[in-house]
């Protein structure tokens, strides 16, 4: 009799992240990691992953279900990837994996199911006091891309708001701000959050920032304008990091007075954990506080690194499980 297993995917745009489990199970050991750039198509990637799967767990059927998490807009025909070269066809992909049921859902979707399966030793407070029980909940994310999603209490469980809000309009709140914005407008036309706040958004904020001082580009990634502002290495490099860290934190001030996420806001996505002490010590919980007259009622809002790896794939699992 063949095995019932189930495949459940996290794919962004610089990462695919898949995982093969045992119908109703939420997480497992069968996990494979592949890389965006070395695929022309998405395609390319799945009679590979179906190999792997086989010879690792001997399952030799097709998955009776799959649950795709996608970096961009999920609510289409064809899923045509944000940040990376991919596209695909509901159609054709179901066809392809010989799979029963295709659910093919937003990335940050995945990730707000995820956060509900958390306890304290997968999070970092930054600052604020206990989370309101039964109040929404603030989720945004920093990778390849920057994503946004909600939690809203319902009934006896919740509901996840999917949303496209990484791609909302960056707001300056200082001269300098202003300047790296206008400067990318110049390149970009029109400069939204993720342009900042992303792996991507660290290098433009570099680049923006020696293009404004007239010096040269020393780092061509953001890894390396990491590394640099960590060692204390390169004035830029901490200069860059730090606006990265106080525009995080005005977004996801932001985001908590729009949702009323007096639940909390947690903050998902590979980047932050990279310099989870350079954030700690950062403008970022200033800056998430500073609105004005609606600082008391953000003083008390906690926010949250999550330290969790692979939050898309449970999330994903999780999401299975509920429909």
């Avoid at 965006?36 to 009776?64: M, R």
Wanted: with cysteine; aromatic share 8%.
């Amino acid at each position: 009799m063949s095995q019932v297993w189930n495949l459940v995917a996290d794919i962004g745009g610089t990462n695919a992240r898949f995982a093969a489990m045992l119908d109703g199970e939420q997480e497992t050991s069968f996990q494979f990691f592949h890389s965006v750039d070395e695929y022309p198509q998405f395609e390319n990637l799945i009679s590979i992953l179906l190999d792997e799967i086989a010879t690792a767990t001997g399952w030799h059927s097709a998955p009776q279900r799959a649950c795709l998490a996608v970096a961009c807009p999920a609510d289409t025909e064809t899923i045509a990837f944000t940040n990376s070269h991919w596209r695909f066809s509901k159609t054709d992909l179901k066809s392809l994996l010989g799979c029963d049921e295709l659910i093919v859902i937003n990335d940050f979707e995945a990730v707000a199911h995820g956060i509900t399966e958390l306890d304290d030793s997968d999070l970092v407070q930054v600052g604020g006091d206990a989370p309101v029980e039964r109040k929404a909940i603030g989720i945004l994310g920093a990778g390849t891309g920057l994503g946004v999603a909600g939690l809203v209490p319902f009934e006896n469980g919740y509901q996840v708001l999917d949303t496209e809000g990484g791609h909302a309009d960056y707001a300056p709140i200082n001269d300098q701000q202003s300047a790296v914005v206008d400067c990318l407008r110049a390149e970009f036309g029109r400069v939204s959050l993720e342009r900042l706040l992303s792996g991507k958004g660290i290098l433009n904020i570099y680049s923006a920032l020696c293009k404004l001082d007239d010096c040269a580009r020393v780092f061509s990634t953001p890894a390396d304008i990491v590394s640099a502002a960590l060692a204390g290495q390169d004035e830029k490099a901490v200069e860059t990091l730090n606006m990265f860290c106080e525009g995080m934190g005005s977004a996801a001030g932001n985001l908590a007075l729009t949702m009323g996420a007096r639940g909390g806001v947690y903050i998902a996505g590979g980047v932050i954990p990279r310099f989870q002490s350079f954030f700690l010590s950062s403008g970022f919980r200033r800056k998430f506080e500073d609105k004005g007259r609606f600082v008391s009622y953000l003083q008390p809002i906690p926010v949250f690194i999550v330290m969790r790896e692979n939050l898309g794939l449970l999330g994903a699992a999780k999401k299975l499980i509920r429909e």
